[in-house]
């Protein structure tokens, strides 16, 4: 059935299209219809679910975790503060191996305040061990949404989904949706590997010293890595049942180009058209959309990224001092792969400003000008006489 | 066969790290007879995260969740709701958390826990101060007393904070004290919260000997004397209204409770009778609201 949604909406969908259980939220820009569509599919019982209002995201994060451990598939949804208050609660989850999926619509942190998009919050997530994906269309955050359900219940991990704020969260577009009597035939109902049974009791995250802890880190290490095929699994499964896959990297007119652009999230629509412009023009170039981050697909990244001549990585967001993170991986993805590849690092559209055809083109301007980069990091756009300002 | 009024079966067993005449233990040996075999513990970061014992062992015969310091009473909710997805509504869902993980910085999501009237059992044994990590101070350390961060000369200079009366102000269906040193009154309570829906409250005193520089085979008097004082009466409240006050015990002065205790050594006289006065000030006021609530309803 094809509804006209705003991405948050489209979680929602997706939540229920997955029947959750058991869903903790609370409120935060821009996150929070996904919450208040929720409630009302709870309200009007179209949804069987339990709804656990609580006072903040570090008790949502510790109610769905109570409820996976309960043995039912749980569900939250959150943003920038929000998922930073969670964190350590995140790191509870992974290590307590509960498959819950939670939703982040990528926003700034502060100070100061800013509700606009940028990466940081999700990114700065990187090592709690939650599995990442990054979505580009409102269609792709509720199938997103499933596939995630998916792949945490089959590697017993918890999984986020991440979406742009306003550009994907208050944005409408059409997205086929169905119920979960349909999302079951790809997702049937959650089997808990174990579970808080009174007829079987069991203790789970007791006092754990260096002789088995060390093992436990590594069983999730490796579980890690098997999520890359699982995620990659679920997602041609979901491609059979429903005609629709996303790949966990997308190549976008990659043959014969000879630099290639990375992008994450909405920029990648926007550098879609960009491309097609100057592939017109018979400039070598091509895209690559990263859309799962951890477990971080070494291989495929590897395999499109070596065969270019260079490499421009967008990043909307900053690893302060070392530059833009996806940069980081990508430049660690292809350190031992014999080949060398320069790699521009640009950063652009932080605390949600936009990423314009004309950014994208300046930025292929300067990867094309030059062979090697100039820069370790390229912020594009700064305004240098503003900021002077602030008295420095 | 003699009638026991505390069920023989013992969930709690031998082979726990407790130290020597620990409160605590005693307080869960008792919790969980009441409450039975259907019982889900949610623990945060407290003594008894060691008490249990080291993966993969458990002292205790009923399930356990491990979970952080600040999240014994959103995480129990989120267990009970995904109980009740199940199906299973019989199980009682106990967050098990010490005064840290009650009165400071598990406080927001009690309290939270307490507004929803989310329906679990949190029980806080209460033994007035961090122990877990070597007795620092914390929001249940009482006036004058001694700990690591309140070293002498400057022992706590403000007193208790008053969690029971915070609890009744949310107006949950049922609230209880409850003293190791009565355990059938301790089993009777929590019989009680087992059988009503919504939020219950039962907050325990757990004398601690490492804490308190008390002697470990004194745990059972002191618990009793802290009741005897009336520095902890034992109290049940029915929707933050309806108070029920034990008074048909023998009073004792608090010295007989303060002078077994060397975290109490420096009180001087005046502090001493700082801490009498208050007794009797509360005292008081728990009479008058008891007068206020009038009887207790039945169907409380």
Known sequence: MQKVLEGNHAISWGAKASDVKVIAAYPITPQTQIVELLSEMCTSGELDAKFIKVESEHSAMAAVIGSAAAGVRSFTATSSHGLLLMHEMLHWAVGA????????????????????????????????????????????????????????????????????????????????????????????????????????????????????????????????????????????????????????????????????LVTSGTITSTARVVIDERRERGEKLGLLKIRLFRPFPLDDVRRVLTRAKKVAVIDRNIGFSIGGIFAQE??????????????????????????????????????????????????????????????? | MRNFPIPEDELMTSGHLACQGCGATQAMRFALKALGKQTVIVMPACCWSV???????????????????????????GVKAGLDMRGDHETAVLAWAGDGGTFDIGFQALSGAAERNDDIIFACYDNEAYMNTGVQRSSATPFGAWTTTTPHPHTKSHPKKSMFEILAAHRIPYLATASVAYPNDLVDKFRRAREIRGMKFIHIIAPCPAGWKSAPEKTVELARLAVQSRLFPLVEVWQGKYYLVKKDLPYKPVTDYLSQQGRFAALSEADIGRIQADIEERWEELLRKEQLGGPVPGNA
């Open chain 1, 97 to 260: 191996r509960l498959p819950i999926v939670l939703a982040n619509v990528n926003r700034a942190v502060g100070p100061p305040w800013n509700i606009w998009t940028d990466q940081n919050d999700s990114l700065s997530q990187r090592d709690t061990g939650l599995i990442q994906i990054y979505c580009e269309s409102n269609q792709e955050v509720f199938d997103t949404t499933l596939q995630a359900f998916k792949v945490a219940e089959t590697v017993s991990l918890p999984a986020m989904l991440v979406l742009d704020a306003f550009f994907l969260s208050h944005t409408s577009e059409i997205v086929d949706v169905f119920g979960a009597d349909i999302g079951k035939k790809y997702l049937p109902p959650f089997k808990p590997v174990d579970f808080l049974d009174p007829d079987n009791p069991k203790a789970f995250g007791n006092l754990t010293g260096p002789d088995y802890y060390y093992e436990l880190r590594h069983k999730i290490h490796k579980d890690h890595l098997r999520a890359i095929d699982v995620a990659r699994r679920a997602d041609a499964e979901f491609g059979k049942t429903f005609g629709r896959s996303y790949g966990l990297v997308e190549e976008y007119r990659t043959e014969g180009a000879e630099t290639i």
């Open chain 1, 330 to 392: 990508i430049r660690s993805a292809l350190w031992n792969t014999r080949v060398h590849v320069p790699l521009f690092s640009f950063i652009a559209g932080i605390g949600g400003r936009d990423v314009t055809p004309e950014v994208l083109n300046e930025i292929l301007d300067i990867a094309s000008a030059v062979e090697y980069p100039e820069q370790e990091t390229y912020w594009i756009g700064v305004k240098d006489e503003e900021l002077s300002y602030t008295g420095r």
């Open chain 2, 51 to 77: 008490i249990d014992g080291p993966f993969p062992h458990s002292a205790v015969q009923v399930p356990v969740f491990h979970t952080a310091f600040e999240t014994a009473a959103s995480c129990a909710a």
